[in-house]
């Protein structure tokens, strides 16, 4: 089977990568890419390790076939923190010593930021829903859910 040729941006960067029609946004990134930090889960769209924006929206990278990535904007994990900079919800996660074997940790933040950048204040309810998505497997949930909250009144610049 031939591959396909595909033109996107990841993290702000420009790159192309040569993938089979029939591969996984998730397997070109690690694959192809080297990004791995976006996790390989349950590669059904069920655990939401492998959690990516495309164009700013918040998907699987396990259910986007890669050449759907031609001439779109990706950011994975490795994008979100600003060069050396941690991002709040990368630092808070820390700081609350939100996670446990990691595993969850890449999609969690992706989302966590997504979550943050469409509502600046999410309420309790709004955060949990939203994170409802990623799964934690080592049941680290309130911890996760304080440091998102906490990062989203950092950013608000409450703390």
């Not at 929206?57 to 050449?67: F, I, N, T, W």
């Not at 808070?92 to 939100?98: N, S, V, W």
């Not at 989203?152 to 409450?158: P, S, V, W």
Request: glycine residues 10%; proline residues 4%; negative net charge.
């Amino acid at each position: 089977m031939s591959k396909l040729h595909v033109q996107t941006r990841v993290n702000g960067e420009a790159c192309e990568f040569l993938c089979d029609p029939r591969q996984s946004l998730l397997d070109s990134l690690r694959d192809e890419l080297g990004l791995t930090g976006t996790k390989e889960g349950c590669t059904t769209g069920d655990c939401g390790a492998c959690s990516v924006l495309l164009d700013g929206r918040l998907v699987c990278s396990c259910l986007v076939l890669a050449p759907e990535a031609e001439g779109r904007e990706i950011t994975t994990v490795e994008g979100v923190a600003q060069g050396e900079a941690l991002h709040p919800v990368q630092k808070k996660i820390l700081e609350h010593a939100a996670l446990q074997c990691g595993v969850c940790t890449p999609g969690i933040v992706v989302a966590a930021k997504a979550l943050i950048d469409r509502h600046p204040n999410p309420t309790e309810e709004q955060a949990r829903y939203w994170l409802a998505g990623n799964l934690c497997r080592c049941t680290g949930y309130d911890k996760i859910l304080r440091a998102v909250l906490d990062a989203a009144a950092e950013m608000r610049g409450e703390v």
